[in-house]
């Protein structure tokens, strides 16, 4: 192998690791949203940074500010998937598209489900990829028909925790254990 494939492979990893540095700045900011952990959320995007989310457009802080009373007040449940990543990194910035697909189950039981993407610029300040402007592209939105959460009778199955918007989600739980009793439905 010549200086040549050395560096070439140098660059390829560099590349490799600012994409994961960056997929899990997205990630941040989805969980943040969800389990309205605000520290989480802000982890995402640098102090600077400018959000455009309908008619906000301003601060991470401030898009926080607007975001949760609004989804707390009127839904149960929030769920931000993320989908593919176009990353374009150029040194120590990065262009950035990512579909994502949005569910909400509203206080009355309804569910709303829309889908977008993301356009994010990200800046690497030290060791850390962050968000410095993001521009949220809804496309599409509908209201499917809702039916009961399966298995949400199960009492053992509450055992391992419920899922809540909050630090007390299952999802935070370290070490994570199992609490419930060993059952295969299909051996009885």
């Known amino acids: 192998m010549g200086a040549n494939s050395d560096d070439a492979r140098g660059n390829a990893i560099d590349a490799l690791l600012a994409k994961q540095q960056i997929r ?18 802000l982890a995402a995007f640098w102090d ?13 802080a ?4 607007w975001a949760v ?19 374009e990194v150029d040194g120590d910035s990065a262009h950035c598209e990512t579909y994502y697909q949005f569910v909400a189950r509203n206080r009355d039981e309804t569910l709303v489900l829309a889908g977008g993407r993301y356009v994010d610029r990200l800046e690497k300040r030290g060791e850390s990829w962050r968000i410095i402007l993001r521009t949220n592209l809804i496309e599409w939105a509908c209201m499917p028909q809702e039916i009961p959460v399966p298995f949400s009778d ?22 994570l254990v199992n609490r419930r009793s060993k059952s295969n439905p299909a051996s009885v």
């Open 62 to 65: 401030d898009c926080w500010d």
């Open 48 to 60: 600077d940074a400018t959000i455009a989310a309908g008619p906000f457009v301003g601060s991470p």
């Open 154 to 175: 199960i009492e053992d199955a509450k055992k391992n925790g419920l899922p809540s918007r909050d630090l007390t989600d299952p999802s935070y739980q370290r070490p």
């Open 24 to 41: 899990e700045a997205l990630e941040t900011f989805s969980k943040g949203m969800d389990r309205f952990d605000r520290d989480a959320f």
């Open 69 to 87: 009373p609004m989804h707390e007040e009127g839904q149960s449940l929030t769920q931000h998937a993320l989908f593919q990543s176009n990353i």
